[in-house]
């Protein structure tokens, strides 16, 4: 069974944490932490892309020219999608790309991620986020002493006023609750940050 450090903000070492094999002993699965990406990113998108279609396009209630004897092709509506300023045949419309993914593969994929940065030796567990005031520069401090890299993902099992006031301001630095963390959160900063409490939590969750 693997082990980490539990550190306090002052970067000294509290104590050894043991760690469920079952979560951080797999090997990572590249496929499931691509779909999970895949659906992350999709269910971000606004979908609000919008052209006219005929219907909607202002103007061409009348017939441009008499149907025969002109010479010229026959034109019903100076709005056509043939035309300059026309309506657009076919375009995008409004809609939601967002879809779920079946909660074996999400969890399949948190387990890849976590077990990933624990790898890549990125994963940081502290004690507990004890902060006097919520003051940016003292916690940005704390996490250029924990190493936590240019950005920097920080997990937290309950709420904590100071931490979110503290660490709201930090370029790079998001703030999530165990519950929240999906696999992109993961995958997309450079450093994790994690409570003890909330790597429990996530732990008996993935089991």
């Given at each position: 069974?693997?082990?980490?450090?539990?550190?306090?903000?002052?970067?000294?070492?509290?104590?050894?944490?043991?760690?469920?094999?079952?979560?951080?002993?797999?090997?990572?699965?590249?496929?499931l932490l691509w779909e999970a990406?895949k659906q992350y990113l999709?269910?971000?998108?606004?979908?609000?892309?919008?052209?006219?279609?005929?219907?909607?396009?202002?103007?061409?209630?009348?017939?441009?020219?008499?149907?025969?004897?002109?010479?010229?092709?026959?034109?019903?509506?100076?709005?056509?999608?043939?035309?300059?300023?026309?309506?657009?045949?076919?375009?995008?419309?409004?809609?939601?790309?967002?879809?779920?993914?079946?909660?074996?593969?999400?969890?399949?994929?948190?387990?890849?991620?976590?077990?990933?940065?624990?790898?890549?030796?990125?994963?940081?567990?502290?004690?507990?986020?004890?902060?006097?005031?919520?003051?940016?520069?003292?916690?940005?401090?704390?996490?250029?002493?924990?190493?936590?890299?240019?950005?920097?993902?920080?997990?937290?099992?309950?709420?904590?006023?100071?931490?979110?006031?503290?660490?709201?301001?930090?370029?790079?630095?998001?703030?999530?609750?165990?519950?929240?963390?999906?696999?992109?959160?993961?995958?997309?900063?450079?450093?994790?940050?994690?409570?003890?409490?909330?790597?429990?939590?996530?732990?008996?969750?993935?089991?």
């Amino acid at each position: 069974m693997a082990t980490v450090e539990v550190k306090n903000l002052e970067g000294q070492t509290v104590k050894q944490l043991e760690l469920a094999d079952a979560v951080f002993a797999v090997k990572p699965n590249q496929s499931l932490l691509w779909e999970a990406t895949k659906q992350y990113l999709a269910s971000q998108r606004r979908g609000t892309h919008k052209t006219k279609s005929r219907a909607e396009v202002s103007g061409g209630g009348k017939k441009p020219w008499r149907q025969k004897g002109t010479g010229r092709a026959r034109v019903g509506s100076i709005r056509s999608s043939l035309w300059r300023h026309g309506s657009i045949a076919h375009g995008p419309v409004p809609r939601d790309y967002s879809y779920e993914l079946p909660k074996k593969m999400l969890r399949g994929a948190l387990r890849s991620a976590l077990a990933a940065k624990f790898l890549e030796r990125r994963l940081t567990v502290v004690d507990q986020f004890e902060l006097k005031d919520g003051k940016t520069k003292n916690f940005a401090a704390a996490l250029r002493t924990l190493g936590a890299g240019k950005t920097v993902l920080v997990v937290d099992d309950h709420r904590n006023r100071n931490l979110d006031l503290s660490s709201r301001n930090i370029s790079g630095c998001d703030l999530l609750r165990h519950h929240e963390v999906h696999p992109y959160h993961v995958l997309s900063h450079d450093g994790l940050v994690i409570s003890e409490g909330a790597l429990t939590r996530l732990q008996e969750s993935l089991r």
